[in-house]
């Protein structure tokens, strides 16, 4: 059972754990798949909108904190602005299921590099899980695909391997040593520059992307200022306030669990059995090594 720790109850907010701040935060972001569905723009031109309200919406609500940037941020940066434009290029080419799954295929990348850049050890446990996840990965290239889902389902892995990076080059002590929104807002602000160049020649109207539809618009709007900023906002309020890592770990996965019920309730898109077999599969095996590794190391502190 999650609990509320010291800290929860001390940093209540408005009389609000700060939990519910981190399950608000995965909520909002669970409504990007269905969103990005719903604009009829290119994944390029859907990113330079989206990430032109993004890098506005996070840099007003931290300004406080600056916008330092180092060597460690630029490469935060690069890695956070390849995850954002990958994913929205899975979802426009295959199910957001699939999309957000295999984004979320990130914590097993993780295990693998963080003995190599952290020296940690690399335990059976970990192989365990990383092997029980290829396998649920490998269920989403099970039956007839289309090229375009071949594409999609690169690109959410490539973004899953981009997450797993960025989250460890966060860790790092440079990274500790500026705002760590920067790298949010200086990702968004690489992908405004080069979506400006790269979607009038990748569409078939290039005006397009300086005038999109009204509908368009609103959309890329929402995604930019409620989905990214609105929600970063939400999860650092609750990790400032005493949520625990842990518990912020297993609430995250409402998020690819809402995302293709969000899609299918209003888009009608509807996953196919494998790729709901192969999302249980590596959430649950992520989940049980997450709770697995809490429990022993709190065993070793008794």
């Known amino acids: 059972m999650i609990g509320h720790s010291k800290a929860d109850s001390s940093s209540r907010i408005g009389g609000l754990s700060p939990l519910l701040f981190v399950l608000g935060a ?21 990113t330079f909108w989206r990430s032109l309200f993004a890098a506005f919406t996070v840099a007003l609500f931290t300004r406080r904190e ?20 990958l994913f929205v290029i899975a979802n426009k ?43 649920g990965m490998s269920l989403f290239f099970v039956g007839q695909l289309k090229p375009s889902d071949i594409e999609g389902n690169l690109a959410a892995l490539g973004s899953g391997i981009c997450m ?60 930019g200022v409620i989905q990214i900023g609105f929600g970063y906002t939400l999860f650092t309020l609750g990790m400032a306030r005493g949520v625990r890592s842990l518990q912020a770990g297993i609430v995250g996965y409402v998020e690819p669990v809402l995302n293709p019920i969000w899609v299918f309730l209003f888009y009608g898109e509807q996953p196919t059995r494998w790729a709901i077999l192969g999302g249980a ?19 070793t502190k008794m």
């Not at 269905?34 to 859907?46: A, R």
């Not at 180092?70 to 956070?80: I, K």
């Not at 299921?97 to 335990?123: D, G, H, S, W």
């Open 281 to 299: 599969i590596i959430i649950t095996a992520v989940i049980a090594h997450t709770l697995l590794g809490a429990r022993k190391a709190l065993a």
């Open 66 to 85: 600056g916008f330092g940037l180092n060597r460690m941020t630029a490469l935060t940066s690069l890695l956070y602005a390849a995850l954002l434009l």
């Open 93 to 135: 080419r295959t199910t957001a299921a699939n999309a957000i799954f295999l984004q979320y295929t990130a914590p097993i990348y993780m295990l693998v590099f963080e003995p190599l850049l952290y020296k940690e050890k690399f335990r059976s446990r970990d192989l365990v899980v990383v092997v029980v996840c290829i396998a």
């Open 164 to 223: 797993a990076l960025y989250f460890l080059f966060l860790r790092h002590a440079r990274s500790r040593e500026v705002n760590r929104a920067s790298s949010v807002i200086y990702g968004n602000l690489l992908l405004i520059v080069a979506m400006a160049i790269v979607a009038p020649a990748m569409s078939p109207d290039g005006l397009r992307v300086l005038f999109p539809s009204f509908k368009n618009f609103l959309l890329v709007a929402y995604l």
């Open 26 to 46: 995965a909520i909002i972001w669970s409504t990007g798949g269905l969103f990005i569905k719903l604009t009829t723009l290119s994944p390029y031109e859907l």
